[in-house]
């Protein structure tokens, strides 16, 4: 049973970067597309970025493109999620997730179609 454990949150102001690491043990990362996700408080949990098994492809939630940048190590069993130009409206506890097969259509925005999730990070951003 692969666990997943996210890293890096904190508290930032607005402007400042950010990058998420998301560890997995007990098995390997390499097999498996991925995503990020996050909750925002009393708000649904929402996609924020995917990647595929060798790193391609990437999609991005549309408020966040430009600023993030998902990747992944699969030779550290990680992945990232660089996040530049942070603004209040990203806070949010982060969540990295694994995607139940490979990406098919728009599935990688299906909370559903992710079956193994870390316990989150929180990222907090000042104005």
């Known amino acids: 049973q692969v666990h997943l454990v996210e890293s890096g949150g904190g508290l930032v102001q607005a402007g400042e970067t950010l990058r998420l690491s998301c560890a997995a043990s007990g098995g390997t990362l390499s097999r498996y597309s991925m995503g990020w996700f996050r909750q925002a408080p009393e708000k649904d949990r929402e996609f924020v970025a995917a990647?595929?098994?060798?790193?391609?492809?990437?999609f991005y939630a549309d408020s966040v493109k430009g600023r993030f940048t998902i990747s992944r190590d699969n030779a550290k069993n990680t992945m990232f999620l660089q996040m530049n130009s942070l603004k209040p409206e990203d806070t949010a506890v982060y969540y990295c997730a694994i995607h139940d097969g490979y990406f098919t259509g728009r599935d990688y925005l299906l909370i559903d179609d992710y079956r193994v999730w870390g316990q989150g990070t929180q990222v907090t951003v000042s104005s």
């Open positions: 990647i595929g098994w060798s790193g391609d492809p990437t």
